[in-house]
């Protein structure tokens, strides 16, 4: 009996070794599913930034507000006869706590 209930066993775990670790495992399905949420979580950021630029995009091809907002913003341009402002801030003293 006991050589039996030993190969049955043996059946058994030998049966159950492809489902947990062999090529088509749990394991195998578990971590191809946490690659593909990944992936789906990068595709959504992706398609986010496309969306901005391609906002973006329409809207300096259609207005030439955008284009002046851009201009003034990253290349420092002003216009013909206008005059130009900068007001920095200037750091604070801390303060002592005697009064």
Known sequence: MRPLAFALVTLIALLQYPLWLGKGSWLRVWE????LQAQRDANRRLQERNAALDAEVRDLKQGLDAIEERARNELGMIKHDEIFFQILDTPR??????R
């Open 32 to 35: 191809v599913d946490r690659q």
């Open 93 to 98: 003293a801390p303060e002592t706590g005697k």
